[in-house]
């Protein structure tokens, strides 16, 4: 059974009982001391604001190449849709919609669901349709896998960093940022303290 008023410390496995913090307070297991979870008080607009960033970076990352490189004075330069289609191309249906779907769709949608999800909750309106955009970001949140391309990209990189002159694009820093922006918010974030600011704004009204 799930009780929302009991929270487990992950460090000694004692069971607390949870209390409504004021902003910028932290609960603490009474057993350890260790930190439970924090006032997440203008959680929305943290998450507004970054998201929208995230969005914006996001264009930035998908319309300027990631990398130019110079072999031997042939250069070319590379964007993330352009390497996918190429794989398309050469025959890789597959990889290359599987690519599309977690490089493209999915990090897309998971920034426009919590931008969407943070502006209906800062206005307080749409109820319904942010507790959908939430189930959705709870589904997509695994398949965003731009961080695992922006390190294989980096291995690359080291591989023919020896004969060629890599310049890295604009799109190469806007991915880096947004990369961190999605672990901050994401990763960084539990799905369950999202729905807590979901009740916040919408049943305490
Ligand atoms: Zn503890």
Known sequence: MYRRDLIICDRCQSINKRLPL???EEARCAECGAMLYSSDVGLEYKILSWSLTALVLFV???IYPVISI???????????LEAISRLY????LFVSFFAL????VFPFLLMSFLFAFSLFAVAGIEKEAA???LLGVSVIRRWSMLDIFFISVL????????YARIEFGVAFWALASFIVLEILLVRMVP????WDVWERRYHAA
């Open 22 to 24: 004021a902003a910028k």
């Open 101 to 104: 779907l977690v490089l493209v």
């Open 70 to 80: 110079d072999i031997a004075g042939m250069s070319g330069s590379l964007t993330i």
């Open 155 to 162: 291995v690359a990189m080291i591989k023919i960093y020896e």
């Open 89 to 92: 191309d050469e025959g890789f």
């Open 191 to 194: 799905v369950g303290q999202l």
């Open 131 to 133: 507790k959908t955009l």
């Open 60 to 62: 930035l990352a998908n």
